[in-house]
T-cell receptor
């Protein structure tokens, strides 16, 4: 069972570059979310989706875009990377708002 | 803004002792969940308690929920070195996804 798969695991970007963090799940979950984790801040919600074609903003959406064209995939796009986006990013999926399954994270550094 | 607030921020105990972590939250909830994170890895779900439940057990874990005080506690009995991790509470309110607290860092010393 793959569960939630995030790629890449590590990434270094230059300020102003764009990139897409990939997230895929094989559990047929309708609900998917992106979080960022910074030291001492816990996890903060960036964007979430309750099904294909439906997305919404979380607590810290600025600088990020998402789309949900399939149930399985929920990519997170950084439009123009900034040093403030240096963080660890986690994707999660769940059946409704029950137990969430998390990917192993993407560690992003913006220089 | 973050909903849950764990207390203490850090806890260090000897192997075999019990560990208690507390979580306070601000608004009414549908359910409250506890997660464990080992050293920067992904979070793992431990237990979910619904707003109409007061206590739940899973193995060495005991969770209580007091909706009148908007608080929850996680008790880990007979702690082991392998329990060393960060523990987060997360709440679900209305139609929004999990909102996490900042976590408690637990160190279990062998």
């Amino acid at each position: 069972n793959a569960g939630v798969t995030q790629t890449p695991k590590f990434q270094v970007l230059k300020t102003g570059q764009s990139m897409t963090l990939q997230c895929a799940q094989d559990m047929n979950h309708e609900y998917m979310s992106w979080y960022r984790q910074d030291p001492g801040m816990g996890l903060r919600l960036i964007h979430y989706s309750v099904g294909a074609g439906i997305t919404d903003q979380g607590e810290v959406p600025n600088g990020y875009n998402v789309s949900r064209s399939t149930t399985e995939d929920f990519p997170l796009r950084l439009l123009s990377a900034a040093p403030s986006q240096t963080s660890v990013y986690f994707c999660a999926s769940s059946y409704s708002y029950g137990e969430a399954f998390f990917g192993q994270g993407t560690r992003l550094t913006v220089v | 803004s973050q909903q849950g607030e764990e207390d203490p921020q850090a806890l260090s105990i000897q192997e075999g002792e019990n560990a208690t972590m507390n979580c306070s939250y601000k608004t009414s909830i549908n359910n409250l969940q506890w997660y464990r994170q080992n050293s920067g890895r992904g979070l793992v779900h431990l237990i979910l308690i619904r707003s109409n439940e007061r206590e739940k057990h899973s193995g060495r874990l005991r969770v209580t929920l007091d909706t009148s005080k908007k608080s929850s506690s996680l008790l880990i009995t007979a702690s082991r070195a392998a329990d060393t991790a960060s523990y987060f509470c997360a709440t679900v309110s209305g139609n929004t996804p999990l909102v996490f607290g900042k976590g408690t860092r637990l160190s279990v010393i062998a």
